[in-house]
T-cell receptor, first 116, second 112 residues
Framework: ETGVTQTPRHLVMGMTNKKSLKCEQHLGHNAMYWYKQSAKKPLELMFVYNFKEQTENNSVPSRFSPECPNSSHLFLHLHTLQPEDSALYLC???????????????FGEGSRLTVL | GQQLNQSPQSMFIQEGEDVSMNCTSSSIFNTWLWYKQDPGEGPVLLIALYKAGELTSNGRLTAQFGITRKDSFLNISASIPSDVGIYFCAGQLWGSNYKLTFGKGTLLTVNP
């Protein structure tokens, strides 16, 4: 138990569906992240939120839409995805100190997404 | 963009053996971190290194921040079956929005 909970753990969707991934952290952290993990590739940073404000969008296609209503919750809204978007989506949190996002990330267990 | 070269890609060892893996970069980093990912789980932080030349241990794990700030290694002594998983290195450069750059990972298999 890392203190970061992701739901659902598994999701299968068609290319025309709209679905959402949810992340909740119970650590009191003020920064939250979405990462994409594909086979044989490094973890790819997608979005960063600091104090509920998006501070990083790593050139992510608009079919992925993040939402951070408060510092404990993070969503990733999905629509009209492509099969190549199938991957493990990881949420993480950290404590921003002294103006820096520490690299000490706490990850959730991930949401395994399959796009048919 | 920055890239980390992590090696080896995979290792098959016998229980009790020592393991060594490393990461190199053409760019300098201010922080090096090592994570482990168990099957079906998210990565978990093992060791964080903040100073060039720093050597840090966490139980049977030892990691070092290279003096040039362009490399780091992780050693595991007396491996046990629960060491199985994927080990990732990550570098962080201050001032670059503090983003982490991850290696591709080393898959470790330990035969009992």
């Amino acid at each position: 138990e890392t203190g970061v909970t992701q739901t659902p753990r598994h999701l299968v969707m068609g290319m025309t569906n709209k679905k959402s991934l949810k992340c909740e952290q119970h650590l009191g952290h003020n920064a939250m992240y979405w990462y994409k993990q594909s086979a044989k590739k490094p973890l790819e940073l997608m979005f960063v939120y600091n104090f509920k404000e998006q501070t990083e969008n790593n050139s992510v296609p608009s079919r992925f839409s993040p939402e951070c209503p408060n510092s404990s919750h993070l969503f990733l809204h999905l629509h009209t995805l492509q099969p190549e978007d199938s991957a493990l989506y990881l949420c993480a949190s950290s404590q921003k100190t002294g103006g820096a996002n520490t690299g000490e990330l706490f990850f959730g267990e991930g949401s395994r997404l399959t796009v048919l | 963009g920055q890239q980390l070269n992590q090696s080896p890609q995979s290792m098959f060892i016998q229980e009790g053996e020592d393991v060594s893996m490393n990461c190199t970069s053409s760019s300098i980093f201010n922080t090096w971190l090592w994570y482990k990912q168990d099957p079906g789980e998210g990565p978990v932080l093992l060791i964080a290194l903040y100073k060039a030349g720093e050597l840090t241990s966490n139980g049977r794990l030892t990691a070092q921040f290279g003096i040039t700030r362009k490399d780091s290694f992780l050693n595991i002594s007396a491996s046990i079956p629960s060491d199985v998983g994927i080990y990732f290195c990550a570098g962080q450069l201050w001032g670059s929005n503090y983003k982490l750059t991850f290696g591709k990972g080393t898959l470790l298999t330990v035969n009992p």
